[in-house]
């Protein structure tokens, strides 16, 4: 048959293993804010591409999915904290969204120190 050939799937292999990396995602979900606008903080989140982090974890053979909250300090120029939390993901998950977050600019922060929490939806569609 011209579809043969392929050899057939290895048994106990992971299910996941067949999902093609594309098909990761991670969605921006509901944004609250404290002394900064919400659309000023979506405005950054929204080009941030998380879903690279995502797919990097999925690389490694970690299959989770699920929400987590990115929470977010700012001065008055940039963001100065950002933590993941909640959700079964891995440290380095972790550590790759708080860094693609960590000094981006966000327009009108309070002086005084504004906060942000945004949900973050990991998908394996």
């Known amino acids: 048959s011209r579809f043969g050939g392929g050899a057939p799937p290895r048994a106990g292999a992971p299910a996941l293993r067949g999902v093609a990396l594309p098909r990761v995602h991670v969605d921006l979900g509901n944004v609250s804010a404290e002394r900064v606008s919400v659309a000023s903080v979506e405005s950054v989140l929204r080009h941030l591409d998380f879903t690279s982090c995502y797919r990097a974890e999925i ?31 891995s440290p380095a998950l972790r550590r790759c969204i708080g860094q693609l977050a960590l000094g981006r600019r966000v327009r009108d922060a309070d002086t005084g120190g504004a906060t942000a929490k945004a949900v973050l939806r990991f998908s394996l569609r």
Do not use: P, S
């Open 59 to 89: 690389g490694q053979g970690h299959h989770d999915d699920g929400n987590a909250t990115l929470a977010i300090e700012m001065d008055e120029d940039r963001i100065t904290k950002a933590d993941v939390v909640g959700g079964a993901f």
